[in-house]
């Protein structure tokens, strides 16, 4: 659908020329569009988080998507997507077998669109996605994980994921890596790139770590 509204834009550019007033409409038009979103959709989720967690809404694109499924490829059970904004990383998982198959977003309007994509696809039924913080949220349960989350919230988030999951549980993270970790598998390339990793190697090396320094 937006590559649709891109490409009935660019037509409309095409066909005729803008005036110097028509212009100044749409710049007006299009700074009251963006500040609406922001205030409407995006800022209700940004006053409950610290500002070095708050992370910008961007939605992910479909070789993002791709990419991470293909990391997922041949694994199953429940799935958790960490900040999951409108919610199409979890429908697809969920079309996919994931099952239970949930997202975790504080923005209320958000939550709301993600019903709605899941509704759409006739799987509202089968997701579920919950308007609760992500770093108070038990994920014990979750062999698998995903997070489109910026870099300095990563970081933090390492030590939460290691503490809380099992032992055969893969953590797949797009746009950007873990800082710390090293990835068993990456997908894709440039702003598309995702990343896989294991958590029983994740502790490993980490123990592995611990027992040089003690004898070092």
């Keep these: 659908m937006e590559d649709d509204i891109q490409e009935e834009v660019l037509s409309q550019f095409k066909e005729r020329r803008l005036g110097g007033w028509q212009v100044l409409q749409l710049t007006a038009g299009t700074g009251l569009a963006v500040y609406a979103v922001w205030a409407g959709i ?42 999951s904004g409108d919610g199409r990383i979890v429908l ?9 198959a949930v997202g975790y977003e504080l923005n209320p309007w958000l939550v709301r669109l ?10 509202h039924k089968s997701i579920s996605y919950r308007r609760e913080d992500l770093w108070k949220v038990d994920l014990s349960a979750y062999k698998n994980v995903t997070v489109f989350l910026a870099p300095s919230v990563l970081s933090l988030l390492q030590k939460k994921l290691l503490a809380e999951l099992p032992e055969d549980a893969l953590i797949v993270a797009g746009r950007f890596p873990f800082p710390d970790w090293t990835a068993c598998k990456v997908e894709g390339d440039g702003v598309d790139r995702a990343w896989a990793y294991h958590i029983q190697e994740l502790r490993h ?8 320094e003690e004898t070092s």
Excluded: T
Aim: hydrophobic share 40%; proline share 7%; with cysteine.
């Design 205 to 212: 090396r980490y123990q592995s770590q611990d027992v040089h």
């Design 92 to 100: 697809e998982a969920c079309s996919k077998g994931f099952s239970p």
């Design 42 to 83: 995006l800022m209700p989720g940004f006053r409950r988080v610290p500002l070095r967690l708050q992370v910008p809404y961007m939605p992910a694109s479909r070789a993002q998507v791709s990419n991470v499924m293909m990391l997922l490829k041949g694994r199953s059970g429940g799935i958790a997507d960490l900040g």
């Design 114 to 123: 993600a019903y709605f994509h899941a509704w759409r696809a006739g799987q």
